[in-house]
């Protein structure tokens, strides 16, 4: 399974946990944004240092890996404040 792939799941897996364990939606939405902002630049400078990408290439990854589960939160989060 590929790298991103493997993040994009965790991602998912870690907002679904997040508004699990915190009562409070809006304020688990901003936990895992904040965590999930911690982690994916982990990720990046990993990619970057270690793995020998380049930061363009590293950048559209981050912004892919990142903006998937941000987007989801954000409206997981709209959408439980409608009701």
């Known amino acids: 399974m590929p790298h991103t792939t493997v993040m ?9 946990a997040m508004r699990i364990l915190i009562g409070d939606k809006a304020r ?8 999930w902002l911690i982690i994916s630049i982990g990720n990046l400078l990993v990619g970057v240092l270690s793995a020998g990408y380049g930061w363009g290439e590293e950048l559209l990854m981050w912004l892919l890996v990142f903006g998937t589960p941000a987007v989801l939160a954000l409206v997981a989060a709209r959408i439980s404040s409608r009701g």
């Open 8 to 16: 994009l799941i965790t991602g998912l897996a870690l907002l679904i």
């Open 28 to 35: 688990a939405t901003w936990a895992f944004l904040v965590l």
